[in-house]
């Protein structure tokens, strides 16, 4: 775990100190993230103001310390810069490990009662599935966008290196070299014989429709079950 600060490159000043278990960039990154989405803290709006100008913070260790002790070590280094005049965006003095304002611990009676707040919202049935209707839409969207960069990544690779002449005689020639041989296919064929016999058959529920899964599952796909 370090302790790291964040450097605007326009003037080299220390505007952010916190830590981490990543790697510097990975956390460079994950700040720049949630500043994109619209993070309401004082360090996400600083680093969107890079960010339209194309520019990114400068990450630098300050120090590497133990996990026991890192709440001491990062008050202690926020209140070293700011000591020294830099304008930290730090939303609060540090050793807490949250992403902004840390209120006062609750009450058991504060804790009780936003209970009872939340038991009487989702008591409604309406509530529960309109909650329920928006996640499965926003999931199969989210899955649905996943899909589709994959199969492009997957296709603007193949074509990349099929473009190649040289490439497609090299797969050609590995190819015949593999299914030329007798012993290999067979071996490949009783393989493939074993996926299929222990593959889990299931009932399409609108036709009745009963096969292999991943049969179903395009079946399914093309009727528009």
Known sequence: MIIYALIDPRG??????????QTLDRRVSSHIYFARRGGKARRFIWLR????????PI?????????SNWQACEVYWISYFK???????????GGDGTNGYVR????NEQKERQSNILKQRFSDPQLKSKISITTKQGMAKYLQNTGDRHSQRVTAGLQKRYSDP???LATGI?????WSSVERRNKLSEKQ????????????PVCGLTSRKSNITRHRKIQGH
């Open 49 to 56: 103001k890079l960010d339209r100008l194309g520019l990114a």
């Open 193 to 204: 014989k074993m996926l299929i016999a222990n593959e889990v058959k299931v009932t399409c």
């Open 59 to 67: 990450a630098v260790e300050v120090q590497k310390i133990d996990k």
């Open 166 to 168: 040289n490439a497609r």
């Open 174 to 178: 590995v190819s015949k070299e593999v």
């Open 12 to 21: 080299y000043e220390i505007r952010y100190v916190g830590k981490t278990k």
């Open 83 to 93: 000591k020294l005049g830099c304008d930290l965006v730090n939303g609060t003095a």
């Open 104 to 107: 006062d611990k609750w009450t």
